[in-house]
Nanobody, 126 residues
Framework: QVQLQESGGGLVQAGGSLRLSCAAS????????MAWFRQAPGKEREFVAA????????FYAHSVKGRFTISRDNAKNTVFLQMDSLKPEDTAAYYC???????????????????WGQGTQVTVSS
């Protein structure tokens, strides 16, 4: 099992940047695929980005590709989401997720991940 805690959310103007962090407990962080999802009020949770256990593979939603970067520091038990060129439509609660075994075909769905953080709010003003 792993416990996840997001941080780094806040209020930023359009075009600005934020870096989210997700700190994981335990000594087995490198056994987990990690992902970021987001959910805006009245909308379903949607995939943002994912990263493999070693960090060697990443995948992004089309809506954030080129603007967001997911990375991980396994020595620090932390995954990051660097968000640049933020847009008002990026406003949402952002959640990190983890699972030790993720099928590529469903890696962009919330069902692929068993462990979730509490979320951190990102608000982008126009």
């Amino acid at each position: 099992q792993v416990q996840l805690q997001e941080s780094g959310g806040g209020l930023v103007q359009a075009g600005g940047s934020l870096r989210l962090s997700c700190a994981a407990s335990g000594r087995t962080f490198n056994n987990y695929h990690m992902a970021w999802f987001r959910q805006a009020p009245g909308k379903e949770r949607e995939f943002v980005a994912a990263i493999s256990k070693s960090g060697g593979s990443t995948f992004y939603a089309h809506s954030v590709k080129g603007r967001f970067t997911i990375s991980r520091d396994n020595a620090k038990n932390t995954v990051f989401l660097q968000m640049d060129s933020l847009k008002p439509e990026d406003t949402a609660a952002y959640y990190c997720a983890a699972d030790p075994s993720v099928r590529i075909v469903i890696a962009t769905t919330s069902d692929a991940y068993d462990y979730w953080g509490q979320g951190t709010q990102v608000t982008v003003s126009s």
